[in-house]
C-alpha cells in the first residue's frame, strides 16, 4: 500500500489522523507481516499514474552501501527504459531504520506475461542487469501488482 502526502514534514500529520489509524490496524489484523516504511523521493524517471489499471511494480532493494545502490539505480534504469519501455519511476528512500535501502514504483501498459517476456527472454537481462546487481552487492525483491 503506497500513501502519498505534500511532503516528508507532514508525515507526523498524517500518521496522527483518525482515517490513518484505523487503516493500520485493519491492515496490522489481516496481515501476518506489517511494514511502515515513511520515505521521500530522492529520484525518479517521471510520476507514476496511479489514476488507471497497469502492471505495478514495488521493487524492494537490499544492499551493502545505499549509495551504490542508489547510483546502480540510475545505471540499471537506462535499460529498463530501453528494452521494457519504462518512462516512469520513483525511488521511495526510507526516512530512519527500515528493511530496504530504497523501494522503487514504476507502472507498465503491459500484461504480466508481456512485461515478463519482454524482460525475461532478453540476454542483456542476465549478463547485463543481474550481473551490475550481483557486481555491487545490491539485490532486488520485485512484488508486480494490479490496482483493486
Keep these: 500500500m503506497l500513501i502519498e502526502t505534500t511532503s516528508p514534514e507532514v508525515l507526523g500529520e498524517v500518521q496522527a489522523t483518525q482515517p490513518y489509524k484505523l487503516l493500520v490496524e485493519a491492515v496490522t ?3 501476518t507481516d506489517v ?5 521521500r523521493c530522492p529520484k525518479r524517471i517521471g510520476d507514476v499514474d496511479k489514476t488507471r ?3 505495478f511494480l514495488f521493487n524492494y532493494f537490499v544492499a551493502d552501501d545505499a549509495g551504490v545502490a542508489l547510483q546502480l539505480w540510475d545505471y540499471l534504469a537506462g535499460w529498463y527504459a530501453v528494452e521494457t519501455g519504462l518512462d516512469n519511476s520513483t ?5 530512519g531504520d ?3 535501502v530504497f523501494v522503487n514504483h514504476a507502472r507498465w501498459d503491459d500484461s504480466l506475461p ?3 517476456l519482454r524482460q525475461l527472454t532478453k540476454p542483456s537481462f542476465r549478463t547485463y542487469m543481474l550481473a551490475n546487481l550481483q557486481a555491487n552487492r545490491t539485490g532486488a525483491m520485485p512484488i508486480l501488482y494490479r490496482l483493486a
Design 98 to 100: 527500515a528493511d530496504y
Design 29 to 31: 489484523e489481516a496481515a
Design 114 to 116: 508481456r512485461f515478463m
Design 91 to 95: 525511488v521511495l528512500e526510507p526516512l
Design 35 to 39: 511494514h511502515v516504511m515513511t520515505a
Design 53 to 55: 489499471q497497469g502492471l
